[in-house]
């Protein structure tokens, strides 16, 4: 069986290399799991003849990388589509768009998906698709992305390998394609005698207006307007055409009684009063009402607009338009706090999209099918914000021990994680009090300083000196840690093994030097062990079961269970002079005190005993 593949391959190669010569290899790229428009991997090539047929190879190569223990990657869905002259929009859970964008499938190659068993390392896909250009050359965009994974746990290395999947391409081009022209409908337009080619201003990149010497253009009964622009293919593909179009008339004229008809198309002329074949259909109704459309991705190409009067009893109107190069579609709806619009880059190719949040979907972030309402928006904002309360209790019992460092560090900790809490969230229940990234570095610095000093305080070392030299060296290499990567695993488990290690070394040399168990059974029962339950329990939450959906319960658990811990944890403060007003079951932090005493006593007995006599 494998010297009959071995040989199918062969002869495929043999085949593929007499009809296809090689033209290109772009690649190895990252791929992600869909959520939405800007998760895609885009490869982009230019063919400067008018009509091509491909041949693409893709192979997609899954690996484990990271520290950790090695995992059984799941099943997982490839997306591809190939698109000419444009960016692909890719859409595979059908999500509903505006109803003022116009149909996203123009252009559109080839589009299929594959899967990559969890058995395999790699797999490999080789399909055709023609392109015809109108211009002599044309642009080639294909979009590689992985299907949406929502039960998939937030991204948390350290103890596992995480699977990563990579997409590289190779194209060939038939050996025989054609440099001659291809026939263009564009011939009938210097025959137009109402053609009006819009002026090019280029503000920003993606703001960009095409304007007229005229404020407004008048349309009579039996004529047309038609506007005529030019999208570049890599400086203006990424963005969004937006047309604003008003139709002003008289105050005689009722408000129902005027109807202008119109196309976008690229590349031709449509007719008038015809089917807007391969083109954009637009219809205004109403008059001195602005109507918007938005064409998001635009192909590259020369471009019009043809307006004409579709409704008889109006001999004439004034038409205003608005042609521009936009970022986003509707901007996202950002303002609702639907979605924000993001810059993406590909190599040297740039283009917008939107990037959606509290459950919203869809090109512009407009479909609501999931969308989260205000009250759950609300009740996830509180619970992860009040659930740092509870280091408000451990604040109070250090300040009530003196523990005064470590009370600032639990406050710290209350006040940094509900701020970036409140900041951390989608939709419109948000506050940021400090830019995201400060709040969330202080946030993780805030979480681990509280383990160690907490740990250090557990250790009992009584050697203030010492205990102040690991507070400032905690504080450093924690700092560096969160701003390495913050999100690995061993930023946390670093700290508290190193913690754990100074906690049993003091204990263990309590033990030998007072020849006697410290801390005591009761106490390791009653508070060590307790608080030891709580700290695994708030770990193994925030490391082994969050996911996306349920971040706002096992996170705040996560907040609750570590706050228990610390008051399980904390010691008392014993002055030495009232060590024996304590009982030395209630806590350990007296056994230590009660020790020391004793040693001083046997100290001095020892002294007495070796006086000389008199």
């Known amino acids: 069986m494998l010297i009959i593949t071995t040989f199918i391959l062969i002869v495929s190669s043999i085949l593929v290399n007499a009809q296809f010569e090689y033209l290109t290899e772009l690649g190895p790229t990252k791929l992600s799991n869909f959520d939405g428009v800007g998760s895609q991997v885009v490869f982009h090539w230019t063919n400067d003849h008018p009509q091509s047929n491909f041949l693409v190879k893709l192979v997609v190569k899954r690996n484990q990388s990271g520290s950790g223990l090695d995992v059984t990657c799941p099943e997982t869905k490839v997306h591809v589509i190939a698109r000419d002259d444009a960016i692909p929009i890719p859409n595979p859970y059908s999500s509903q768009s505006p109803l003022t964008t116009f149909n996203q499938s123009h252009g559109v190659v080839y589009s299929d998906d594959f899967v990559l068993l969890s058995a395999n390392q790699s797999v490999e896909r080789v399909f055709k698709f023609n392109v015809t250009s109108h211009q002599g050359s044309s642009h080639v965009f294909v979009s ?32 025989n394609g054609t440099r001659a022209a291809v026939t263009t409908r564009t011939d009938d337009v210097s025959n137009a005698n109402d053609l009006i080619k819009l002026k090019r201003q280029k503000f920003h990149l993606f703001d960009i207006h095409y304007v007229t010497i005229k404020p407004y253009h008048n349309l009579t009964r039996n004529g047309t307007l038609t506007f005529q622009w030019h999208v570049y293919p890599l400086t203006d593909s990424g963005g969004s055409l937006s047309f604003r179009i008003a139709a002003l008339v008289g105050d005689d004229v009722g408000a129902g ?89 590909n190599d040297e190719l740039l283009y917008s999209a939107c990037s959606c949040k509290a459950g919203w979907q869809g090109i512009a972030c407009t479909d609501g099918s999931k969308a989260l309402t205000f009250s759950e928006q609300l009740l996830r904002t509180l619970l992860l914000t009040l659930s740092n309360l509870m280091f408000i209790p451990c604040m109070l019992l250090a300040i009530y021990r003196k523990f005064y460092t470590e009370s600032v560090v639990y406050l710290y900790v209350f006040v940094m994680s509900s701020f970036y809490h409140a900041c951390d969230q989608p939709g419109i229940v948000v506050y940021c009090l400090l830019p995201y990234d400060t709040l969330q570095f202080c946030d993780f610095l805030a979480s681990i300083s509280a ?19 690991l507070h400032a060296f905690g504080c450093l290499a924690i700092s560096t840690l969160v701003s390495y990567n913050r999100f690995d695993l061993w930023t946390f488990l670093i700290p508290g093994l190193v913690g754990g290690v100074v906690v049993i070394t003091s204990w263990a040399r309590k033990c030998r030097t007072n020849s006697a168990c410290y801390p005591p059974k009761k106490i390791i029962f009653f508070s060590v062990i307790p608080g030891l339950i709580f700290a695994l329990v708030g770990f193994s939450m925030y490391a082994f079961v969050e996911t996306k959906d349920n971040y706002y319960i096992t996170h705040s658990v996560w907040h609750v ?48 005993n070796h006086l000389p006599s008199v």
Request: hydrophobic share 35%.
């Open 561 to 608: 269970s570590m706050a228990i811990a610390v008051l399980f944890l904390m010691p008392w403060h014993v002055d030495e002079k009232q060590a024996s007003n304590y009982n030395v079951e209630v806590n350990y932090a007296v056994v230590d005190n009660i020790s020391m005493s004793t040693s001083r006593i046997n100290s001095n007995n020892n002294n007495q």
């Open 144 to 175: 590689v992305f992985l299907s949406r994974d929502d039960d998939a746990s937030i991204d948390l290395s350290g103890l596992t390998k995480g699977c990563k999947y990579y997409a590289d391409v190779t194209v060939f081009r038939e050996a």
């Open 451 to 469: 383990i160690w000093f907490t740990l250090v305080l557990l250790a009992r070392t009584n050697c203030p000196k010492f205990e102040s030299w």
């Open 257 to 345: 009684n005027v109807s202008v008809g119109g196309c976008v198309s690229r590349n031709h002329l449509p007719a008038r009063n015809q089917s807007c074949d391969g083109g954009y259909p637009l219809q205004l109704h109403g008059y001195n009402v602005t109507n918007e459309w938005h064409l998001p991705y635009p192909q590259a190409g020369e471009w019009f607009l043809q307006l004409y009067l579709a409704d008889e009893e109006v001999e004439e109107v004034n038409m205003v338009i608005d042609v521009r190069l936009t970022n986003c579609v509707e901007a996202c709806h950002r303002s609702e706090g639907q979605g924000v619009c993001y810059l993406y880059q």
